[in-house]
């Protein structure tokens, strides 16, 4: 490969977006799980429908939205300062533990961000934990006013960096952000979290579904979708090896 950049999705690739469990816990006891998991699925949706029906509002928006809903869904009364409380995590969110040490040993290289995430959303993540001292740019789909999977959201790529798709290599571990980028010619690393292997043996291990194992089914296998990943691994601490083999 000659990859003159590293692109990577932010949340659920470089930040654990589970770690929103302990704040939704502890604002809502006993609901902090299913409340995690219904959130993120619809935060998800949300950004698939407004990109379809052309009516798009910013991942902030989104974000609050789809907690409204969830816990409207489940009813939960809430006041504003719990909301916010919850709201406020997800700028803040846990760094994976390899992530800083992978892209250290990605440099010289280009590194960036394409991320959903609003600009105000994402620049506060990235400066709170301390990977605004390695990224090059941190790029928001905001900027063309459509979520990823759009072609037109992965277009930014090359308009910030300067980079054409084969010169760039895109990780993510949501499938559904692989397949849009590999649909639009980017080389692509899948993070497999979860192997089907485990996925199945979860499944049968309990007569009830988990909420974050119903999650685990839902987002974190392969989507046929007729795309497939270039490369495949475990964890970021992975990539070094890839890069350099």
């Known amino acids: 490969m000659s990859i003159k950049a590293v692109v990577f999705d932010a949340y659920g690739t470089l930040y654990d977006i589970q770690s929103v469990a302990d704040i939704t816990e502890e604002a809502f006891p006993g609901y902090g799980e299913i409340i995690t998991q219904v959130w993120r699925i ?26 409204a809903y969830t816990l409207r869904m489940l009813g939960l009364a809430y006041d504003n300062e719990a909301f916010e409380r919850v709201i406020e995590k997800y700028l803040h969110l846990d760094l994976y533990p390899d992530a800083t040490s992978a892209l250290t040993a990605l440099k010289p290289r280009k590194l960036a ?36 999977p759009s072609p037109e959201a992965y277009e930014l790529i090359g308009e910030v960096l300067g980079t054409g798709p084969s010169e760039v290599l895109f990780v993510s571990s949501n499938p559904w952000d692989v397949a849009g980028a590999k649909s639009f010619g980017l080389n692509v690393a899948w993070i497999e ?36 990943p270039d490369y495949l691994m475990r964890s970021l601490s992975d990539l070094p090896g890839i890069i350099k083999g």
């Open 42 to 67: 619809k935060q998800l949706e949300y950004t698939w429908l407004r990109s379809l029906m052309r009516r798009y509002r910013d991942f902030a928006a989104v974000t609050r939205d789809s907690l």
């Open 113 to 148: 961000i394409l991320s959903n995430g609003s600009p105000d959303m994402l620049n506060a993540l990235v400066r709170n934990s301390g990977l605004d001292r390695l990224l090059d740019a941190t790029i928001s789909v905001d900027a063309r006013k459509i979520f990823k």
């Open 193 to 228: 979290l979860i192997t089907p292997e485990a996925m199945a043996l979860a499944c049968v291990e309990t007569e009830l579904v988990a909420p974050l194992t119903m999650f685990k089914a839902i987002r974190t296998q392969m989507d046929e979708l007729g795309f497939a």
